[in-house]
């Protein structure tokens, strides 16, 4: 049999198949061939065969048209493949409560283009704030979806992105991930908490799964942490910044100080956001300090 894996426990991976949901564990000579990393993830697609009622072995996982990683914890050179085969990523912020932070939409959108992911930004909660910031994104050529779980502002806007697709959802704990999916589809009951006294919300979602939603599939995530920057260097991040112009003087220009940087011009000029370029450069530090550490 043909499946996806949906979901992924501590006793085993469950695959979505045409004869329905099988839990599955992985064949000896799979785990062989693909080493101590992760074997499979969620929404990867496998090849299966029955081992019981409702269970089943994978034999083999294919080829992945995509994927979002991470380093390994336990070896951070190693890769650890996240989600395979989504066709898009949202960032989801709240507009207030708790407050956005842009560097982490940055991070979350060069992770994306690292891995082959189209990306766009939920800003939820927007029935508190309006904030300005959201224009740096649309100049970027970034989608920007403005939504309220509360009053159900922007869902049908959202509902239109999320058809026939398989999006992961990430962002901080405590902006409306869970709340958003259950406005869309009501009946899913993800569980949800309220943002803490300390202005941070807390994690409602302890794995990633595959939930049908908005006339597509969405990956709900556990927090920002489930992900990484993983095959992106300080030396390309800024090839991760579609906005960022070509045309430097120097081929390898890294937009810092170089003479004729057409990005830092355009900055001045106020075509590329300021926003952007200063998580761009915040962005390569945090890649630069990786690199010396290993």
């Given at each position: 049999?043909?499946?996806?894996?949906?979901?992924?426990?501590?006793?085993?991976?469950?695959?979505?198949?045409?004869?329905?949901?099988?839990?599955?564990?992985?064949?000896?000579?799979?785990?062989?061939?693909?080493?101590?990393?992760?074997?499979?993830?969620?929404?990867?697609?496998?090849?299966?065969?029955?081992?019981?009622?409702?269970?089943?072995?994978?034999?083999?996982?294919?080829?992945?048209?995509?994927?979002?990683?991470?380093?390994?914890?336990?070896?951070?050179?190693?890769?650890?493949?996240?989600?395979?085969?989504?066709?898009?990523?949202?960032?989801?912020?709240?507009?207030?409560?708790?407050?956005?932070?842009?560097?982490?939409?940055?991070?979350?959108?060069?992770?994306?283009?690292?891995?082959?992911?189209?990306?766009?930004?939920?800003?939820?909660?927007?029935?508190?704030?309006?904030?300005?910031?959201?224009?740096?994104?649309?100049?970027?050529?970034?989608?920007?979806?403005?939504?309220?779980?509360?009053?159900?502002?922007?869902?049908?806007?959202?509902?239109?992105?999320?058809?026939?697709?398989?999006t992961v959802f990430v962002g901080p704990s405590g902006v409306g991930k869970s709340t958003l999916l259950n406005a869309l589809k009501p009946g899913l009951a993800l569980k949800t908490r309220e943002v803490g006294g300390t202005g941070?919300?807390?994690?409602?979602?302890?794995?990633?799964?595959?939930?049908?939603?908005?006339?597509?599939?969405?990956?709900?995530?556990?927090?920002?942490?489930?992900?990484?920057?993983?095959?992106?260097?300080?030396?390309?991040?800024?090839?991760?910044?579609?906005?960022?112009?070509?045309?430097?003087?120097?081929?390898?220009?890294?937009?810092?100080?170089?003479?004729?940087?057409?990005?830092?011009?355009?900055?001045?000029?106020?075509?590329?956001?300021?926003?952007?370029?200063?998580?761009?450069?915040?962005?390569?530090?945090?890649?630069?300090?990786?690199?010396?550490?290993?």
């Amino acid at each position: 049999m043909l499946g996806q894996v949906v979901r992924i426990r501590a006793n085993g991976l469950e695959v979505r198949t045409e004869e329905g949901v099988v839990r599955c564990s992985l064949r000896g000579r799979l785990k062989k061939e693909r080493g101590a990393g992760k074997l499979a993830t969620v929404g990867d697609e496998v090849e299966l065969e029955a081992s019981g009622a409702g269970e089943g072995r994978i034999g083999r996982v294919l080829p992945r048209r995509t994927k979002l990683s991470r380093p390994d914890p336990h070896n951070p050179r190693r890769e650890l493949v996240m989600v395979a085969n989504v066709d898009a990523l949202v960032v989801v912020v709240a507009a207030a409560d708790p407050p956005p932070d842009l560097l982490t939409i940055d991070k979350c959108t060069v992770m994306a283009s690292a891995g082959g992911v189209p990306s766009a930004v939920c800003v939820n909660k927007i029935d508190l704030e309006s904030p300005p910031w959201m224009t740096a994104y649309a100049k970027a050529g970034i989608q920007v979806m403005k939504t309220s779980a509360a009053t159900g502002a922007g869902l049908e806007d959202l509902r239109a992105f999320l058809a026939g697709k398989l999006t992961v959802f990430v962002g901080p704990s405590g902006v409306g991930k869970s709340t958003l999916l259950n406005a869309l589809k009501p009946g899913l009951a993800l569980k949800t908490r309220e943002v803490g006294g300390t202005g941070e919300g807390r994690h409602t979602t302890s794995w990633a799964e595959i939930v049908d939603v908005g006339g597509g599939r969405v990956i709900d995530t556990p927090g920002l942490e489930f992900f990484g920057l993983w095959g992106v260097t300080a030396a390309d991040v800024g090839e991760r910044f579609q906005e960022f112009p070509s045309g430097c003087k120097f081929r390898n220009c890294q937009h810092t100080n170089e003479p004729k940087c057409v990005v830092r011009d355009e900055v001045g000029r106020g075509v590329v956001a300021e926003s952007r370029y200063e998580n761009y450069l915040a962005i390569r530090r945090i890649l630069m300090e990786s690199a010396e550490m290993f």
